[in-house]
């Protein structure tokens, strides 16, 4: 099928772009890489009059890791992400979403930004991003600002950007010593969306207890969501099988599925058990290797 008809603007700078968005205000749209944007157009699931493409802006594809924080440009590729040597050695949770991103053409095209401003429940870097307590920046001819991924995930496909903003960088708290995590992405087929997916995020005392944890659900309710209490239970304790099970039960209280073309909510909840456990004790492996 193909899209309804409309404008394509390819702005070479964030200034002409946030200029052209203040002129049209709520008919534009902002294309990344188009991984998510184009299938709604050629689904016609959406029509929009303006489509402006920041895909050729300079110097928003970058990963800088700093004394405080991993910084990452809106428009780094799922592909650039996959392909880093400071992510798949630092930060194996990035590595593993990226890597289980439909496939090779998407996720050259496919930017970290536009994964996370669609507001895809089903789409994997939100996940991660709030397991690791990530922020965005988020800016517009008026100002920037600074949104905690927890406070930027509003609904399904809603978010905290605000019309005229363009997120432009995502940081992260960089890693430390003991600290480490795991996505984990069951699919019924390569390339597919998740059944159920799970990121954890731990930071392990010199004893081996849980200093702190972070857990971000995917294709388990209406928006991507922190398991709270999970990572309340976590804390203060050292990661056996034992605990893994206990925490991954705790996991399934606190998703809310759906059934659909991927199955029912309950078989989505024992996924999501059977994951959780699974990615808690590689968590748990790689701080420890850390």
């Known amino acids: 099928m193909n899209p309804s008809s409309f404008s394509y603007i390819a702005p070479m700078s964030l200034d002409e772009a946030f200029e052209f968005l203040s002129s049209h205000e709520d008919e534009a749209?902002?294309?990344a890489g188009g991984q998510s944007l184009?299938?709604?157009?050629?689904?016609?699931?959406?029509?929009?009059?303006?489509?402006?493409?920041?895909?050729?802006?300079?110097?928003?594809?970058?990963i800088r890791e700093s004394q405080s924080d991993l910084r990452i440009g809106s428009l780094t590729t799922i592909a650039?992400?996959?392909?880093?040597?400071?992510?798949?050695?630092?930060?194996?949770?990035?590595?593993?979403?990226?890597?289980g991103i439909a496939d090779p053409l998407v996720r050259n095209r496919g930017t970290i930004g536009g994964n996370i401003t669609h507001g895809d429940p089903s789409n994997d870097i939100p996940a991660v991003m709030l397991a690791m307590g990530a922020s965005f920046i988020l800016a517009s001819n008026r100002s920037e600002r600074k949104v905690n991924a927890e406070n930027f995930f509003l609904d399904t496909f809603t978010t905290a950007i605000e019309y005229g903003e363009i997120l432009t960088e995502i940081v992260i708290p960089k890693a430390v010593k003991r600290s480490g995590g795991c996505y984990i992405k069951n699919k019924k087929a390569a390339g597919d969306f998740s059944v159920a997916a799970i990121a954890v995020y731990l930071n392990l005392r010199a004893n081996g207890t849980v200093e702190k944890a972070g857990i971000g659900l995917t294709s388990v309710g209406p928006k991507p969501s922190r398991a709270l209490k999970?990572?309340?239970y976590l804390k203060d304790r050292k990661i056996d099988d034992a605990v893994a099970k206990e925490a991954a039960a705790i996991t399934v209280t606190e998703c809310e599925p759906s059934s659909d073309f991927y199955g029912t909510a309950e078989f989505k909840k024992k996924v999501l058990e059977k994951i959780t456990a699974e990615a808690i004790l590689v968590a748990a492996e790689r701080s420890e290797e850390n």
């Open 230 to 232: 999970t990572e309340k």
């Open 38 to 62: 184009i299938p709604l157009l050629k689904l016609r699931l959406t029509s929009i009059p303006y489509i402006v493409d920041i895909s050729g802006i300079d110097g928003m594809n970058y």
């Open 29 to 31: 749209k902002i294309l």
């Open 80 to 99: 650039d992400l996959e392909d880093s040597d400071l992510i798949h050695g630092k930060y194996q949770i990035i590595s593993d979403a990226a890597s």
